[in-house]
């Protein structure tokens, strides 16, 4: 853009220099009359000159005889702008005051031909007109002889051609008194005038010898009138101006028309030269006059030969200017044209030398460029370096955060677990008991932290999920205050929930709202006094569900309102607080794309509102809960409320084993003390170890640890679920792996619990127990004539398991031989393997099972009268009848012969 300009500037710089050779001047040129032929010569003659400069322009008006028209195009004129005046006056005075104002105003003021009459203006050019008066009057007297009578026809008398040549006359005259002025007409200039006034007075005068005519035309006129009137008689006419070619006085005189004529020239070639001398600051004369002479009959020819020549040369002039003009056209255009082309020459060479520059310029960056680019990757790879750095730095602080989350979880289910245990036992005096409440609240409270700060872990690695589902808020808030009912009384605490709804269906996780609640009732009851009031309330409104939590305790200033749900935020009453709860629940709310916020004032107490939307049509697929997730809602009794005593469980009389697999020593021992009373316990801290213990002594039940040394629980859940020889033993994952994900994996690799640290001594021994109980259910429905009904009961494998083993007894009923060895054999079994597997699954041990099948065999059989008792003893495998009946009679209660005269 910046170069196109350049070039535009430079061409016109050009352009200007092509047409600049000389200034520009106008000149404006103010004829009185344009009729005539003498005044057209002028106009030629002035155009002639003025050609040889080429920036000159004339312009012309033409006043057609008429003063004040005259003066009128000169004033025009001057508001033109012209640079220089030309004029011929009509008359004198009536034209003085605007040539004097264009002399005065600066423009230069060239007279021609007539004057005016002041001395203001520039110069004059014009004939000699007194001269021509007296020439005339000379030429006549001497024609005359001395003695005649002439008539005089004048101009118009207020022009000063025709006052000076009546004065040049009068004074030739003056010395030849014999020669007679016998009238002087006012012909005005004009043929038909002085045509009209001759005729007036030439009759009067027959004997008139000469008329003077001031000019061509009056001569002319002249001639015309005497030949009207005196057409016998030759008047002598004698005129002025001495005009060249056809219609010429030269022409006249040669034709013998008119006697003589002065030549009176135009001026018009002077007058320009004059002007151009001014304007182009050059010397000049102010009085410029010119010379007259007179033309007869002596020297007509040789004067009309040369004036021939001379309008015959101005021919080839002016065909030779126009020619020139042509050429000087064709000139300029190609001299334009050449200035374009070198303009455009030049500018091609700047725009070229700019691209060269440009061009090496580019290298230079391209070059620099790349070294900067070259620095910056470096510097980013060592970012990118850092930023690893970073990330592995903040992953180890994460996978450190969460393992020290781990072990704080641990230490706490001992402190939590033997407390509880403590308190149930009641052994205790009140004030242990009020010592251990008090530990078991602090443990508590550090464990809800703990907990808290594993959330916001959470939280900010993006990997919390939502799992909602549709719930009933109002009993789901009634559910919740269950836990403060208690403290409510006790503190005389007004707590109530204020809803006309008495149900409405919201989404959400029911964990993270049950954490947002608890939390706000945990904070209402602490900063709510004794008699106090805590209300909640739940409504609807349009689309959504509001909860507020209203107490009338010390409330919050305007600052903690505004801190309120900020991390980490202390107000005024920080010594109750972490500054975690309420950030932590404004998280929960938010991803359920809800609101909470605070309200009060200082002293009257603080509103917490929770605002959810309504429907599910607002989370992702994914945020939807699916069947398999357990959410364990244990681990949270912040409150001081005590635990329920539960019931003493029964001690059977033989004592199931159950295998403890995990690696904390002291938890291992705490949840040893908790079952050696009840279970044969046997211990492994390893996850190898434990795994090869479960296939060794087949425990009637596993606990384990998830995160162990040498395997991991849900490896040994998957490896004892897929063997043949423990597939019926139930498997209960205790971990404080507690995320929804992690419960998944362990209920994925078939556990039959999964119960999260810290956990509750009383729960875990609840969970067993029940376990257990589920076992001795299938295994009364399993073992005897049932079997089948159910063992719908059992999984893939066991079912499996049991459809074997009964094959194989059936099919071998009759072989006395038949031994839990060679079963076990068959079915790669050990033979404790099979004996704990088929007790376990069954009830009772393998020899027991073979018995029973064979006296269900020998039951079918008796009931056939063709058989011997001999026979059947030997068909069911017994060694002699004696022995059969023996065992018939010890299991049914009657002998075989009996039964069968019974039954058949
Ligand atoms: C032309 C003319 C001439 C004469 C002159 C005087 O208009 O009449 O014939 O010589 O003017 O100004």
Redesign the pocket.
Same mark, same amino acid.
């Given at each position: 853009m910046r170069l196109a300009l350049i070039a535009l500037l430079l061409l016109t710089l050009f352009a200007g220099c092509a047409g600049k050779q000389e200034d520009a001047y106008v000149i404006g040129f103010s004829q009185?009359?344009g009729?005539?032929e003498? $005044?057209r010569a002028m106009l030629d003659g002035m155009q002639r000159e003025l050609a040889f400069h080429n920036n000159t322009k004339l312009i012309f008006r033409d006043a057609h005889a008429n003063s004040a028209v005259q003066v009128k195009q000169i004033e025009e004129l001057l508001r033109n702008g012209i640079h220089l005046l030309i004029v011929?006056p009509n008359e004198s005075d009536p034209l003085t005051p605007v040539i004097e104002k264009a002399y005065k105003q600066g423009v230069p003021v060239v007279v021609v031909? $007539?004057r005016t009459s002041s001395p203001y203006y520039t110069a004059y050019v *014009? *004939?000699d !007109?007194y001269q +021509?008066g007296k020439t005339v009057g000379e030429y006549a007297a001497a024609l005359l002889g001395g003695n005649g009578k002439m008539i005089e026809i004048t *101009?118009?008398p207020r022009?000063?051609?025709?006052s000076d $040549?009546h004065r040049g006359l009068v004074d030739a005259l003056a010395t030849r008194p014999s020669i007679r002025r016998v009238a002087t007409l006012n012909g005005q200039? &004009?043929k038909d005038i002085a045509k009209s006034e001759l005729r007036k007075v030439l009759p009067r005068f027959p004997d008139l010898d000469l008329i003077f005519a &001031? !000019?061509? +035309?009056?001569a002319m006129g002249a001639r015309e009138v005497c030949n009207d009137i005196f057409p016998d008689r030759k008047i002598r006419v004698i005129g +002025?101006?001495g005009?060249p070619g056809q219609f010429g006085d030269i022409q006249m005189v040669y034709d013998g028309h008119i006697t003589a004529t002065a030549l009176?020239p135009t001026g018009g070639e002077e007058a320009a030269r004059v002007a151009m001398n001014i304007l182009q600051k050059q010397p000049y004369q102010k009085e410029n006059l010119l010379q007259t002479a007179i033309i007869d009959s002596s020297n007509v020819r040789m004067i009309k030969m040369q004036t021939d020549k001379m309008i015959s040369q101005q021919n080839d002039i002016e065909r030779q200017q126009a020619r020139i003009d042509e050429q000087l056209e064709i000139y300029q255009t190609q001299r334009g044209l050449l200035y374009v082309m070198t303009g455009l020459f030049i500018v091609s060479i700047i725009l070229g030398s700019v691209a060269l520059y440009s061009l090496i310029e580019n290298k230079k960056i391209n070059r620099e460029l790349n070294s900067k680019n070259e620095e910056i990757v470096v510097q980013r790879n060592r970012i990118q370096d850092i930023a690893e750095k970073a990330q592995e730095a903040t992953e180890s602080k994460f996978r450190f955060f969460t393992n020290i989350s781990h072990e704080f979880r641990t230490p706490l289910t001992l402190i939590l677990g033997p407390v509880e245990e403590l308190l149930r036992q009641k052994n205790e005096s009140p004030a242990v008991r009020k010592n251990l409440s008090l530990v078991q609240k602090n443990a508590t409270r550090l464990l809800w932290l703990v907990n808290q700060l594993m959330d916001f872990r959470k939280i900010e690695s993006g990997k919390i999920r939502l799992q909602v589902s549709g719930n009933d808020m109002v009993a789901f808030v009634r559910e919740l205050m269950l836990p403060f009912d208690q403290v409510a009384r006790k503190r005389r605490i007004d707590f109530r929930l204020v809803t006309a709804l008495p149900a409405l269906e919201v989404w959400f996780d029911r964990d993270m709202m049950d954490k947002v609640f608890f939390n706000l009732l945990s904070n209402a009851f602490k900063f709510t006094p004794d008699w106090g009031r805590i209300y909640i309330h739940i409504s609807q409104a349009g689309e959504n569900v509001v909860v507020s939590v209203q107490d009338n305790g010390s409330g919050l200033s305007d600052a903690d309102m505004a801190g309120a749900f900020e991390m980490f935020y202390q107000g005024k009453n920080s010594t109750k607080g972490t500054g975690l709860g309420l950030p932590l629940s404004r998280e929960f709310v938010e991803l359920h794309q809800g609101t909470i916020a605070a309200d009060g004032k200082k002293g009257e107490g603080a509103i917490f509102t929770v605002t959810l939307p309504l429907g599910q049509a607002h989370f992702q697929p994914e945020d939807l809960a699916d069947a398999a997730t357990i959410t364990s809602a244990f681990g949270r009794t912040a409150v001081q409320n005590e635990p329920e005593p539960q019931p003493a469980q029964p001690l059977p009389a033989d004592l199931p084993s159950v295998l403890l697999i995990e690696d904390n020593e002291d938890l291992l021992g705490f949840v040893n003390a908790l079952l050696q009373d009840q279970y044969q316990v046997s211990t492994a801290t390893d996850g190898r170890a434990g795994l090869d213990q479960c296939f060794e002594t087949v425990p009637d039940l596993v606990v384990c640890d998830v995160m162990l040394p040498g395997m991991d629980g849900l490896e040994i859940t998957a490896a004892l679920k897929s063997d043949l020889r423990t597939s019926h033993i139930p498997v209960i994952l205790l971990t404080a792996k507690n995320t929804p994900e992690q419960q998944v994996e362990g209920m994925q690799a078939r556990a039959d619990m999964y119960i999260t640290k810290p956990f509750s001594p009383q729960f875990l021994q609840e969970s067993i127990a029940s376990l257990l109980a589920n076992r001795q259910l299938l295994r009364n429905t399993h073992f005897g004539p049932g079997v089948a009904e159910a063992e719908a009961g059992l999984s893939r494998l066991d079912k499996k398991f049991v459809n074997e083993l009964r094959a194989l007894i059936i099919a071998r009923l009759d072989d006395p031989a038949l031994t839990v060895e060679s079963l076990g054999k068959a079915l790669g079994l050990s033979r404790v393997q099979l004996f704990r597997k088929t007790k376990a699954l069954l009830g009772g041990g393998t020899n027991e099972l073979i018995l029973n099948l064979r006296l269900e065999k020998a039951c079918t059989l008796l009931r056939n009268p063709d058989l011997t008792m001999a026979e059947i003893a030997d068909q069911t495998g017994f060694t002699s009848q004696s022995y059969f009946s023996t065992v018939f009679k010890t299991h049914f209660g009657v002998s075989p012969k009996d039964w069968r005269m019974v039954r058949s």
């Open positions: 009185c009359t009729d005539d003498w $005044r011929s031909d $007539r *014009g *004939g !007109n +021509v *101009g118009l022009s000063s051609p025709a $040549r200039w &004009q &001031q !000019n061509e +035309v009056m +002025v101006d005009l009176y």
